[in-house]
Nanobody, 119 residues
Framework: QVQLVESGGGLVQPGGSLRLSCAAS????????MGWYRQAPGKQRESVAVLPSGGSANYANSVKGRFTISRDNAKNTAYLQMNSLKPEDTAVYYCNAVISSGLRWEDYWGQGTQVTVSS
């Protein structure tokens, strides 16, 4: 079994920064991609940033130039550095990973972490 544990959310003023972390643990043979999604109240979940193994990051247009996704492969951990935060970035942020335990690729989700941007 695989678990994703997120941390780093919280309350921040507009223009501020936060760094989210997502640690994958358990029976991990290989990770195809890790990414961050978010869901604001009354809205659908949307992709924020995705980083495939050996590939380039893809960002939502709304966060380009402000957010940066990175991974520490040795720790099976992904990060989302969020700068110049805006009130419209307020949402629950979810970590996603496509992981193989040796048999097939499966999709895993974290429990979500709240990010609130408000003065």
């Amino acid at each position: 079994q695989v678990q994703l544990v997120e941390s780093g959310g919280g309350l921040v003023q507009p223009g501020g920064s936060l760094r989210l972390s997502c640690a994958a643990s358990g029976s991990i043979f290989s990770i195809r991609a890790m990414g961050w999604y978010r869901q604001a109240p009354g809205k659908q979940r949307e992709s924020v940033a995705v980083l495939p193994s050996g590939g380039s990051a893809n960002y939502a247009n709304s966060v380009k130039g402000r957010f940066t996704i990175s991974r520490d492969n040795a720790k099976n951990t992904a990060y989302l550095q969020m700068n110049s935060l805006k009130p419209e970035d307020t949402a629950v942020y979810y970590c996603n990973a496509v992981i193989s335990s040796g048999l097939r690729w499966e999709d895993y989700w974290g429990q979500g972490t709240q990010v609130t941007v408000s003065s």
